[in-house]
């Protein structure tokens, strides 16, 4: 959050540019000693998600973007780096946390294609090489689509395989409403003026209404999907160490 409110400050004219790079420097060297220091004595079972961290945030702009890789990169911190590092930090292991993450990981992947598809245009005109620029408006949204397919089908994976418990299924929940619906945007292209779209989408959360989300229709309609899915995962993780602990309470 100082990291947002800084740059907020500084495109406000809030503060000189020196004095917004000199915050800035010190917070990010305050957080990666801080991370530093932790990683090894406290969490050495994640201590490889600081530096890939650290990496991708310096990569993503410079190297990332211009490449069409930055969607590939928002898959990998946001999958095996965060959700992974915080299940091994939890945990206290690392093994099979990429697999682990892969539910998380398309959510995000998702997220970012529908970023990139409402922008598709601006990126092209700019010449920022977006998967989105590459692959074209089509192939997008149906590679946007089979993302958050994918997070169903790998979290049904996962526990067939024993590698996440059975509360995991409970994410599932978002399958005949957040999905359905974000689906239905993801075909429509432009749910606000799509010739028989639906005004609103009902959730097992909360509803969607696409003409709200304007001009980002894609994002939000994906993004909808993925936190609710992110949501319903986690409640189901918590019931299951709930009912582990309770059994072993009373064996």
């Given at each position: 959050m100082p990291h947002v409110f800084d740059f907020y400050v500084a495109q406000e004219g809030l503060?000189?540019?020196?004095?917004?790079?000199?915050t800035l420097g010190a917070i990010s060297a305050a957080a990666v000693a801080g991370s530093a220091l932790l990683a090894g004595p406290l969490a050495p079972a994640c201590a490889w998600a600081f530096p890939v961290g650290l990496a991708a945030t310096l990569l993503y702009t410079p190297l990332a973007k211009p490449f069409g890789l930055g969607e590939l990169?928002?898959?990998?911190?946001?999958?095996?780096?965060?959700?992974?590092?915080?299940?091994?930090?939890?945990?206290?292991?690392?093994?099979?946390?990429?697999?682990?993450?892969?539910?998380v990981a398309l959510g995000a992947f998702g997220m970012i294609m529908g970023k990139?598809?409402?922008?598709?245009?601006?990126?092209?005109?700019?010449?920022?090489?977006?998967?989105?620029?590459?692959?074209?408006?089509?192939?997008?949204?149906?590679?946007?689509?089979?993302?958050?397919?994918?997070?169903?089908?790998s979290v049904i994976a996962l526990v067939a395989a024993r590698k996440m418990p059975p509360g995991a299924l409970l994410a599932l929940a978002a399958a005949p409403f957040e999905l359905?619906?974000?689906?239905?945007?993801?075909?429509?292209?432009?749910?606000?003026?799509?010739?028989?779209?639906k005004p609103?989408?009902?959730?097992?959360?909360?509803?969607?209404?696409?003409?709200?989300?304007?001009?980002?229709?894609?994002?939000?309609?994906?993004?909808?999907?993925?936190?609710?899915?992110?949501?319903?995962?986690?409640?189901?993780?918590?019931?299951?160490?709930?009912?582990r602990a309770f059994c072993l309470t009373f064996q």
């Amino acid at each position: 959050m100082p990291h947002v409110f800084d740059f907020y400050v500084a495109q406000e004219g809030l503060v000189s540019t020196r004095s917004f790079v000199t915050t800035l420097g010190a917070i990010s060297a305050a957080a990666v000693a801080g991370s530093a220091l932790l990683a090894g004595p406290l969490a050495p079972a994640c201590a490889w998600a600081f530096p890939v961290g650290l990496a991708a945030t310096l990569l993503y702009t410079p190297l990332a973007k211009p490449f069409g890789l930055g969607e590939l990169l928002v898959l990998l911190v946001w999958g095996p780096a965060m959700f992974g590092g915080g299940w091994s930090a939890a945990t206290g292991t690392s093994a099979y946390q990429v697999a682990r993450s892969v539910p998380v990981a398309l959510g995000a992947f998702g997220m970012i294609m529908g970023k990139h598809i409402d922008k598709l245009v601006e990126c092209r005109d700019e010449g920022v090489n977006t998967l989105p620029v590459l692959l074209g408006d089509k192939r997008s949204r149906a590679l946007a689509a089979a993302a958050l397919i994918g997070q169903h089908v790998s979290v049904i994976a996962l526990v067939a395989a024993r590698k996440m418990p059975p509360g995991a299924l409970l994410a599932l929940a978002a399958a005949p409403f957040e999905l359905r619906g974000a689906l239905d945007v993801l075909r429509n292209g432009r749910p606000a003026t799509a010739a028989g779209a639906k005004p609103s989408y009902r959730g097992s959360m909360l509803p969607f209404v696409p003409a709200r989300s304007w001009p980002l229709w894609h994002v939000a309609a994906a993004g909808w999907h993925a936190v609710t899915f992110g949501y319903w995962l986690m409640a189901g993780l918590g019931v299951s160490w709930v009912a582990r602990a309770f059994c072993l309470t009373f064996q």
